[in-house]
């Protein structure tokens, strides 16, 4: 049953400030979930990639997802780390771990690469 609700964000550069730069906007989605932990095989195997799978996320329409790298899930903020489409049900698995630190979604990562 998808009783759960997430909300997928998107951060888009589509404004500019009085010098030019990118200003990043933020938008979110709110879509039906439902929780599922993750396997104990996948929790090793993406720990050896330096990954932290913490929960997976099923989400029932394929479609809900549009590639968003960023998720919010009762109160907490995840990275979507890999995502599995299940054929038989038309249902997609999004595999998150969670994020590091302070997250705003309109500011770039510490890594300087957008998020």
Not at 70 to 79: A, I, Q, R
């Amino acid at each position: 049953m998808y009783d759960g609700t997430a909300k997928l964000i998107r951060t888009n550069a589509t404004t500019y400030d009085k010098y030019g730069n990118a200003k990043k906007t933020t938008e979110a989605r709110v879509v039906y979930v439902q929780p599922r932990g993750v396997y104990s095989s996948e929790f090793y195997n993406a720990a050896q990639l330096g990954l932290k799978p913490s929960i997976t996320l099923i989400l029932a329409n394929r479609e809900d997802y549009q590639g968003e790298k960023v998720l919010e899930y009762e109160g907490v903020l995840y990275n979507v780390i890999r995502v599995d489409w299940n054929a038989q049900r038309d249902a997609l698995s999004l595999v998150c771990e969670e994020r590091a630190g302070d997250f705003n979604p309109g500011e770039e990562s510490e890594s300087g690469a957008s998020v």
